[in-house]
């Protein structure tokens, strides 16, 4: 889990900042990366961030 700072807001993973975002989610897939983020030890976002980061996603470009 990720720890608090003094004022009980998350502290910083690293350097970068991050904002606040919002997705649209359904309650089973919202529960399922609880599921998965929970396995790694990790919140949705720090899950989400190693998936782009390890590009562990379908490529957004076509191969010809």
Do not use: H
């Not at 502290?11 to 897939?29: G, H, I, N, P």
């Amino acid at each position: 889990m990720r720890k608090r700072d003094i004022q009980g807001k998350f502290a910083l993973k690293d350097d970068d900042y991050r904002q606040v975002r919002s997705l649209r989610l359904t309650d089973e897939t919202w529960k399922a990366l609880d599921i998965a983020a929970e396995c790694f030890g990790c919140s949705r976002a720090d899950y989400l961030e190693e998936i782009v980061k390890n590009n562990l996603l379908p490529s957004i470009t076509r191969v010809r």
